[in-house]
C-alpha cells in the first residue's frame, strides 16, 4: 500500500518551530521584527512555516502571506506585497484597510491594486518610491496595534529589487511591537553573484533581525516521514535505502515512494522529480507542460484559452495531477504547482520551439484579455512572455509598456532592465521609434531617470553618457543641457570633479530668457556657494529669481530663495538665512512639494545652530523627520535633518545620543556625500572622546589621510579640523600645524564666518602646541590666521564664544559656552583659562577653574580633556575635592535616575523620555559608574542618601 504522497504528520522541525516561536513571542515585545529562514529547495521551508502560521492563527494573530515567483526577477515589482495586500482587501475591504493609513495614503497603494482608486499624480518620481515604503511600513505598524501580525514572505530569493529594498527597508525601520516578518530563501541558490546576497549581508548586521537555517532530517525524523505517507511502519532497510538517497530533503523522499515499492532511485534529480508527473496521463502531461510555461501559479481560465480546452475537458484532464498532489488548486479558481521545484523540472523538459510557441500562446491570449492575469500584472507577463516567444518586435513594445507601468507603481528598478532590453532589441525592430512613440534617445533618457530615481549611479551616468552621444548640441541645445544636469546629479553622487565646468557649458547652451535656462542656473548657483564663489553665486540667483517670477515656476523659486539663503549662512548672516528658508517653506507647503519642503527644515534646523537656539532645532529636527518619512525623503533631505539633529545633540554634549542616531542614519545606506557628513559628526564625538582608531577609520573612509581633493569649503574645512585635531590628540602637533598651513593657503578661506571662526579656535591650540619646537612655522601660521580672523563677520552667539576662544579671553568663552549649553566647549575654555592663570603664578584661580571644569569632561566621557585638566591640577598643587555626586550627573542622567528610583524598567523609561532602551541602558551604566554601585536599587539608595532628586 502506497498510502498518500505527503506525510499528515509533521514531522521533526521541533527545535525550529520553537525558534519561530521565540522570535514571535519576542516580536511581541518590541525586540525581534524579521526571521530569515534559509534551506535547500525541497528541505521543508514551506510546511514549516505553515505550521507556524497556523500556532500564530491560533493564539490570535492575524498572519498575512506574500510569495514571490520567479517571474519577479524580470520586472514584476513588489508581488508579495501586492499579493499581502490582495488578501487585506479580501478580508477587510479596501475601505478599512485604507482607514489604517494617513489621509490620501491608499492612492500610493493604488498604483499595486486598483481597488484604492486613481493612483496619486505625483511628479517627483525620486520621492514616490520612498513614500510607498513608508505606507507599507505605517500599514504594518496599523495592523499590529490592535493584534499581533506575521508577514510571510516566501522564495525571497526570486524577489525583484523593489521587493527586496522594501524588505531591507522594513527590517530596518519597523520598531513596533506585535509584529514579525518571516522570510523564506533557497540557500542552495545563493551563488556569489546572486543579488539577495547582500541584502542578507546587510539585514545580517540589523538589530531585531534573525536568521534561522533548516537542516535535512535525521534517518528517524525520514522514517517518521514515510510512516506518515505510508500509513504503516517501514522496514529498516527500507529506511536506511530511502535515507541514503535522499539525504535528508523530504521532497525527495515523497518522490521515491511514489517511485513504488523498489524506491528506485533516477539518475538524476530532475527525473525523480518528474517521477510522479511520468506516471500521470499524455495529456495529463501535456498541459502541465502548458501551465509550467506559465508560471508557478496559472489561473483556470488562461490555462483553458492557452490549451484551446473547455472547462470539462480542462477538468478532466487535470483531475489527475490533482490527485497525484503536483498540483494543488489556490484561491480564485487557480492552480499551483505544489513546489516550485516540479513547475521548473517540468518547464525544463519543454523543446526550443515547444517553449517559442507556448509563450507565443500566453502572450496572445493575455493581449486578448488581460483580465486573465491579476490586476496589474498584464503589461509585465506580456512582456515575459513575448520576450520567451522570440518575437522581437512585440517583445520590445511590450517591454517599453511594463517599464511606463513600473514608473507608475514607483518600481524604478524594474524599469532600468526593461529598457535596457528595449535599447537590445532596438536594432532589431526597424520602426522601433514609430512603435512606441520614442526615440532612442529618449529611451536612454527614461532609462537615467529610471537609475537616478533607483538610486543606480553607475548606470544612470552610462545612460547620459550614451544619450549625449546620440545628440547634436546645436539642433537640441535645451535637451542637451538637460541631460549634463542630470549627469551632474550622478558625478555629484560619485563625489568627482568637474561639475561647475558642466553646468557652465549647460547654461552656454540656453541662453534665451527661458525655463530651460532657470532649470540650469538653479543647480549652478547651489554648486558655486557651496565651493565659496558667493558673488557669481548671487548674480546667476538674481538672474534665476527674475525668469521664475516672470514664468511663474514657484519650485524653481523656492529652490533659488534656499541657494541664496546658503551663501547668507555662510557669510554668517543667520536670521535673513532662516526668513530666505522660511519663504522656500511657505512655497513649498503651498505646492505640496515634500522635496522643498524638508529642504528648507533641514536648512534651518542647521542654522538655528549657528545662532544657539540648540532645544529649537532638536524640535525642528523631529518634526522635519517625520515630515520625511511623510514625503518618502528619508534617504534625501531625510538623513540630512538626522545628521543637523546629531550635530544639535553633539554641542549640547548630549552624545551617546547623537551616536545613536547617527547609527540609525547610516542604517538607511545614504549616499556617499550624506554618509561622510554622518562620519564627521561621529569623529567630533570619538576625538573628544580620544577613540583614536575609530577617528583614524573614519579619516581613511572620508579621504582625509589619502589627500582626496574636496571642493566643497565646508567638507574642506571640516576634514583640516579633524585632521588636526587627530593629529593633536597622538601627540603630533608638528604634523597638526602641517595641515593648518595647507588649509590656510586655501584661496577660499576668508569669508565662511561661523566654519572659519570654529578653524581659528582650533588653529590657536595648534600654534600654542607647536610653539616650542616649531616657533618659526607657529609665529607665521599666526600671523595668516590673524589676516583670516581680520576679514570675518563676527554674527550670533556660537561665532562670537568661537572669537573669543582665538582671541584668548577664556574665562569670557567659558560663560559664552555656558550660556549656549555646551558644555564640552565650556570644559575646554575654563582648562584654557586655568593654564593662563597658573603660567601667571595664579594657581588658586587655576585650581578654581579646573573644579568646574572637571566635571563637565567626566560627565561626557572627554578622556583627553580629563587627563589634561587632571594633570594640570597636580601641576598647581591643587588637592582635587571629592566631587558632588549630583555635578557628576548631567540633567538627563537625573531624570533617568529618578525614574529609576521609581522602579521604572528600561522600556517603560525610554517611553516616558521619548529615547531607545538602549539609550537608557548606557545611561543607567553611566549612573551606576559615577556614584560608585553596582545595582539599580543602590543606584537609588545613593540618590536618596545624597538628596541628588528634588521632589516631583
Same mark, same amino acid.
Given at each position: ?412 528598478? =524594474?524599469? *532600468?532592465?526593461? $529598457?535596457? @532590453?528595449? #535599447? %537590445? /532589441? ?5 520602426? &522601433?521609434?514609430? +512603435? !512606441? ?81 532657470? =532649470?540650469? *542656473?538653479?543647480? $549652478?548657483? @547651489?554648486? #558655486? %556657494? /557651496? ?5 557669481? &553665486?548671487?548674480? +546667476? !540667483? ?411
Amino acid at each position: 500500500m502506497r498510502g498518500r504522497s505527503v506525510s499528515p504528520v509533521f514531522v521533526g522541525r521541533e527545535e525550529e518551530l520553537a525558534a519561530l516561536s521565540e522570535s514571535f513571542d519576542e516580536a511581541r515585545k518590541g525586540r525581534v521584527t524579521a526571521l530569515l529562514l534559509g534551506g535547500e529547495a525541497g528541505v521543508g521551508k514551506t510546511r514549516l512555516v505553515q505550521r507556524f502560521a497556523e500556532q500564530c492563527q491560533a493564539c490570535g494573530a492575524h498572519v498575512v502571506f506574500g510569495g514571490c515567483v520567479e517571474l519577479s526577477t524580470e520586472g514584476l515589482a513588489y508581488a508579495p506585497f501586492t499579493a499581502a495586500l490582495r488578501q487585506l482587501v479580501r478580508e477587510q475591504g479596501p475601505a478599512a484597510v485604507a482607514g489604517l493609513l494617513p489621509d490620501g495614503a491608499e492612492r500610493d497603494l493604488a498604483r499595486l491594486l486598483p481597488e484604492f482608486g486613481e493612483p496619486s499624480g505625483d511628479g517627483e518620481t525620486d520621492t514616490g518610491r520612498a513614500r510607498l515604503f513608508e505606507q507599507f511600513l505605517t500599514l504594518l505598524e496599523r495592523l499590529a496595534a490592535s493584534r499581533p501580525t506575521v508577514l510571510i514572505i516566501e522564495d525571497i530569493h526570486w524577489a525583484d529589487r523593489s521587493s527586496r529594498d522594501l524588505i531591507a527597508f522594513l527590517s530596518r525601520n519597523l520598531h513596533a511591537p506585535q509584529v514579525l516578518i518571516v522570510m523564506t530563501y533557497r540557500s542552495d541558490d545563493l551563488h556569489r553573484q546572486h543579488p539577495l546576497r547582500p541584502v542578507l549581508a546587510e539585514l545580517g548586521r540589523v538589530s531585531g533581525v534573525h536568521r534561522l537555517d533548516l537542516p535535512r532530517l535525521s534517518r528517524d525524523e525520514v522514517a517518521q516521514q514515510m510512516a506518515g505517507i505510508l500509513g504503516e511502519v517501514p522496514q529498516y532497510a527500507k529506511v536506511q535505502k530511502v535515507y541514503e538517497r535522499s539525504e535528508g530533503i523530504p521532497l525527495f523522499v515523497e518522490a521515491m515512494l511514489e517511485g513504488g515499492e523498489d524506491c528506485a532511485f533516477p539518475e538524476s534529480m530532475q527525473d525523480l522529480i518528474l517521477n510522479s508527473v511520468e506516471r500521470l496521463p499524455e495529456e495529463t502531461q501535456r498541459l502541465l507542460r502548458v501551465a509550467a510555461a506559465g508560471g508557478i501559479r496559472v489561473s483556470h481560465k488562461l490555462l483553458a484559452a492557452v490549451s484551446g480546452l473547455s472547462d470539462v475537458e480542462l477538468e478532466t484532464a487535470l483531475r489527475p495531477a490533482i490527485a497525484g498532489n503536483v498540483l494543488q488548486i489556490a484561491d480564485n479558481r487557480a492552480y499551483v504547482f505544489r513546489h516550485s521545484l516540479i513547475r521548473e523540472a517540468v518547464h525544463d523538459e519543454l523543446l526550443p520551439g515547444e517553449h517559442q510557441r507556448l509563450h507565443a500562446r500566453f502572450a496572445e491570449e493575455i493581449s486578448k484579455d488581460r483580465g486573465l492575469v491579476p490586476p496589474g500584472r498584464a503589461a509585465v507577463e506580456l512582456a515575459h512572455h513575448w520576450y520567451g516567444a522570440r518575437n522581437d518586435t512585440w517583445a520590445l513594445i511590450s517591454a517599453w509598456e511594463a517599464a511606463q507601468k513600473s514608473f507608475k507603481a514607483f518600481a524604478y528598478t =524594474e524599469a *532600468v532592465p526593461l $529598457l535596457e @532590453r528595449v #535599447l %537590445m /532589441l532596438w536594432d532589431r525592430v526597424p520602426d &522601433a521609434a514609430q +512603435l !512606441i512613440g520614442a526615440d532612442h534617445t529618449a529611451v536612454l533618457e527614461r532609462a537615467a531617470e529610471a537609475a537616478n530615481a533607483g538610486g543606480d549611479v553607475d548606470k544612470g551616468a552610462k545612460f547620459v553618457k550614451a544619450a549625449l552621444s546620440e545628440l547634436d548640441e546645436t539642433e537640441e541645445p535645451a535637451r542637451v543641457a538637460q541631460l549634463i544636469v542630470r549627469g551632474v546629479g550622478f558625478k555629484n553622487s560619485k563625489r568627482q570633479m568637474g561639475v561647475i565646468e558642466d553646468l557652465r557649458h549647460a547654461l552656454r547652451l540656453v541662453p534665451g530668457d527661458s525655463l530651460d535656462r532657470a =532649470e540650469v *542656473v538653479t543647480p $549652478l548657483s @547651489r554648486q #558655486l %556657494m /557651496l565651493r565659496g564663489e558667493i558673488a557669481e &553665486a548671487n548674480e +546667476l !540667483i538674481a538672474e534665476g529669481l527674475r525668469l521664475v517670477r516672470e514664468l511663474g515656476d514657484r519650485c524653481l523659486e523656492a529652490d533659488l530663495l534656499m541657494n541664496l539663503a546658503l551663501g547668507h549662512s555662510l557669510n554668517g548672516e543667520t536670521e535673513t538665512t532662516i526668513a530666505l528658508n522660511e519663504q522656500a517653506l511657505e512655497i513649498g507647503v503651498a505646492q505640496g512639494s515634500g522635496r522643498l519642503i524638508t529642504r528648507a527644515i533641514g536648512n534651518n534646523v542647521d542654522s538655528l545652530m549657528d545662532v544657539g537656539r540648540h532645544e529649537d532645532a532638536l524640535r525642528l529636527a523631529k518634526h522635519g523627520w517625520k515630515l520625511a518619512k511623510k514625503y518618502g525623503r528619508l534617504r534625501g533631505s531625510g538623513l540630512f535633518i538626522k545628521n543637523n539633529w546629531a550635530e544639535a545633540l553633539e554641542a549640547m554634549g548630549r552624545w551617546d545620543e547623537a551616536i545613536e542616531i547617527l547609527e540609525g542614519a547610516l542604517s538607511h545606506g545614504p549616499v556617499l556625500r550624506h554618509r561622510y557628513a554622518m562620519l564627521r559628526t561621529r569623529a567630533d564625538i570619538a576625538l573628544a572622546r580620544g577613540e583614536v582608531q575609530l577617528v583614524e577609520g573614519i579619516l581613511s573612509e572620508v579621504g582625509v589621510l589619502k589627500d582626496r581633493p574636496e571642493e566643497f569649503v565646508q567638507d574642506i574645512i571640516s576634514n583640516a579640523r579633524l585632521h588636526i585635531g587627530w593629529h593633536l590628540v597622538r601627540g603630533e602637533p608638528a604634523a597638526a600645524l602641517a595641515v593648518a598651513e595647507r588649509v590656510l593657503a586655501h584661496p577660499r578661506q576668508s569669508s565662511k564666518a561661523m566654519l572659519s571662526w570654529r578653524l581659528l579656535a582650533l588653529l590657536r591650540v595648534v600654534c600654542d602646541a607647536a610653539e616650542s619646537t616649531e616657533p618659526g612655522r607657529a609665529a607665521t601660521v599666526r600671523g595668516h590666521a590673524a589676516e583670516v580672523a581680520a576679514e570675518l563677520s563676527v554674527i550670533g552667539p556660537v561665532t562670537e564664544a568661537y572669537r573669543l576662544t582665538y582671541s584668548g579671553d577664556f574665562d569670557a568663552a567659558a560663560a559664552a559656552w555656558e550660556r549656549l549649553g555646551r558644555p564640552h566647549n565650556q570644559s575646554k575654555a575654563l582648562m584654557r583659562a586655568a593654564t593662563v592663570a597658573a603660567r601667571g603664578g595664579d594657581r588658586e584661580g587655576a585650581a578654581t577653574r579646573l573644579k568646574v571644569a572637571l566635571p563637565l569632561a567626566q560627565a561626557l566621557r572627554a578622556t583627553p580633556l580629563i587627563e589634561e585638566i587632571e594633570t594640570l591640577s597636580r601641576r598647581v598643587g591643587g588637592v582635587q575635592p571629592v566631587q558632588e555626586a549630583s555635578g557628576l550627573l548631567t540633567p538627563r542622567e537625573l531624570e533617568v535616575l529618578r525614574l529609576v528610583t521609581q522602579g521604572r524598567t528600561n522600556r517603560d523609561i525610554a517611553s516616558e523620555l521619548f529615547i531607545s532602551a538602549k539609550t537608557v541602558s548606557v545611561h543607567v551604566s553611566n549612573i551606576l559608574a559615577k556614584l560608585g554601585v553596582t545595582t539599580r536599587g543602590e543606584a537609588a539608595a545613593a540618590a536618596h542618601r545624597l538628596s541628588l532628586l528634588s521632589p516631583n
